[in-house]
């Protein structure tokens, strides 16, 4: 009888581990780590070279999960809120209203994790900062097919390589957002 129960328990037990890569359980260096942190969860390929992550520390970080892609040339921690996600794989950080809506979530206490585009948007349009010689913003559809995601409303793209220098990589200042907010022409 016992042992009836204890393989029931074991046939219970999620398996999924053994059937790929852990998805986010990996470990991180020190040195990635404070990068990560200092530039709010979202660093560069070649910023993780210049502490000494080579192509294939790269690529094992990525099979563990320990990093994740969230653009061309540029990883994130896997726990970058999706809407961070989806403004940087635009061309940068929340920008105008979204960054204010995301500083007054935050400031409300709101874990970011849990933060959905209707949190940022009455729309479902995100604001988000560029810098000023972006060559292009990629297409919804091509996101939406590039990353399995739902596809998203085009985004409102404000501009200027100093707003997007002004904050991190997850939203501009909220000073800069207030101007911005004031100025545009999508709210
Ligand atoms: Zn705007």
Same mark, same amino acid.
């Given at each position: 009888m016992r042992r009836e129960v204890s393989e029931r328990r074991a046939k219970r037990r999620? =398996?999924? +581990?053994? +059937?790929?890569a852990p998805r986010g359980t990996g470990f991180l260096p020190n040195s990635v780590l404070r990068l990560l942190h200092r530039h709010g969860g979202i660093v560069s390929t070649s910023e993780l070279r210049s502490v000494h992550v080579d192509q294939t520390h790269l690529e094992l970080l990525r099979y563990y999960g320990s990093l994740q892609a969230v653009r061309q040339g540029w990883h994130c921690h896997p726990s970058l809120p999706d809407v961070n996600r989806l403004a940087w794989r635009f061309g940068g950080p929340l920008a105008c209203v979204s960054a204010l809506a995301y500083y007054d979530a935050l400031d409300s206490g709101?874990?970011? &994790? &849990?933060? =959905?585009l209707g949190d940022l948007s009455d729309d479902g349009r995100l604001h988000v900062c560029v810098v000023s010689n972006q060559p292009r913003i990629p297409g919804t559809a091509l996101l939406a097919r590039r990353w399995s995601i739902s596809e998203p409303r085009e985004p409102s793209i404000h501009w200027s390589t100093a707003a997007y220098r002004s904050g991190d990589r997850l939203a501009v200042a909220r000073h800069v957002a207030l101007l911005q907010a004031d100025r545009c022409d999508d709210t």
């Amino acid at each position: 009888m016992r042992r009836e129960v204890s393989e029931r328990r074991a046939k219970r037990r999620p =398996t999924n +581990s053994y +059937s790929g890569a852990p998805r986010g359980t990996g470990f991180l260096p020190n040195s990635v780590l404070r990068l990560l942190h200092r530039h709010g969860g979202i660093v560069s390929t070649s910023e993780l070279r210049s502490v000494h992550v080579d192509q294939t520390h790269l690529e094992l970080l990525r099979y563990y999960g320990s990093l994740q892609a969230v653009r061309q040339g540029w990883h994130c921690h896997p726990s970058l809120p999706d809407v961070n996600r989806l403004a940087w794989r635009f061309g940068g950080p929340l920008a105008c209203v979204s960054a204010l809506a995301y500083y007054d979530a935050l400031d409300s206490g709101r874990e970011p &994790t &849990t933060l =959905t585009l209707g949190d940022l948007s009455d729309d479902g349009r995100l604001h988000v900062c560029v810098v000023s010689n972006q060559p292009r913003i990629p297409g919804t559809a091509l996101l939406a097919r590039r990353w399995s995601i739902s596809e998203p409303r085009e985004p409102s793209i404000h501009w200027s390589t100093a707003a997007y220098r002004s904050g991190d990589r997850l939203a501009v200042a909220r000073h800069v957002a207030l101007l911005q907010a004031d100025r545009c022409d999508d709210t």
